[in-house]
């Protein structure tokens, strides 16, 4: 069968995040899935069948990492949506059932693509002891993101330290259901976007994700509070980097990327 990767939250080989997709006619057994995501050993890989038509959605979506599968990825989504559309097998928007609801990805005429996720539920707690060592910086506030997207979001001072972060990851691995949102508003909004972020994902075998389009789910409404905005651009700073363009609606997040295909192969196992 086909196999793809494709660099989502970017519109250049080689940089966003790689995520691996797969077309099938149905899911196989989960130790399969998750053999062929190690395989991979992108921070995702997303399986993906077709749908029988009249129902609440168009294709079945699952995402796996290397070590587990997950609730709900933004960045494994959208390169899903982007072969699917690319090869002509679906037009138009794209209904996806997951494990976080159906999900809608769809296409524009510039060649991005928008995602209508769940908005992630933001509840302020108290900054847990040892998460500024395990980090390397003090945080402003720390915020629960509900079950969905299962991370702690952290306010750091500024920019220039989200840049600078070389966190312990394995000790970072007990504040939080996933990982560790690092974030803070951007020091100059017209380099073309208003925060910045960076993602620490452990216990689900990532130790930094490169563009992660479920945190934005809890980034979008936390930004958009604080600058009175609900339309906003987040600069994800890992080393690969990438832009996700946010729209904070209610209960609904929109998240706006390009994406593009570097490898399309055939996977024999």
Not at 97 to 124: H, N
């Amino acid at each position: 069968m086909r196999i793809r990767i494709v660099d989502a939250f970017t519109d250049r080989p080689f940089g966003g995040n790689p995520a691996g997709v797969l077309l099938l006619d149905a899911f196989p057994e989960d130790d399969w899935l998750q053999h062929v995501a190690l395989e991979v050993n992108h921070a995702e890989t997303a399986f993906a069948h077709r749908l029988p038509e009249g129902g609440d959605a168009d294709w079945a979506l699952r995402w796996f990492t290397p070590a587990t599968e997950v609730a709900m990825c933004g960045h494994a989504t959208l390169a899903t949506a982007h072969v699917i559309s690319t090869t002509g097998a679906h037009e138009g928007p794209v209904r996806f059932a997951t494990r976080s609801g159906v999900l809608i990805a769809t296409p524009g005429e510039d060649g991005s693509i928008t995602l209508d996720f769940p908005t992630a539920p933001l509840t302020p707690v108290e900054v847990p002891d040892g998460v500024a060592k395990a980090l390397g910086a003090e945080p402003a506030g720390a915020f629960d993101t509900g079950p969905n997207v299962g991370d702690l979001v952290l306010e750091l001072a500024d920019e220039r330290t989200v840049r600078g972060l070389d966190p312990d990851h394995k000790a970072l691995g007990a504040f939080s259901a996933r990982g560790i949102i690092a974030t803070a508003r951007a020091e100059d909004p017209a380099a073309g976007y208003d925060f910045v972020s960076r993602c620490f994902f452990p216990n689900v075998g990532i130790d930094e994700d490169p563009v992660t389009g479920s945190a934005h789910t809890a980034l979008a409404p936390y930004w958009a509070e604080r600058l009175g905005r609900p339309d906003l651009t987040g600069l994800q700073a890992s080393p690969r980097s990438g832009l996700v363009r946010t729209g904070l609606r209610g209960d609904r997040t929109l998240l706006t990327g390009r994406a593009v295909t570097v490898i399309d192969g055939k996977l024999l196992a």
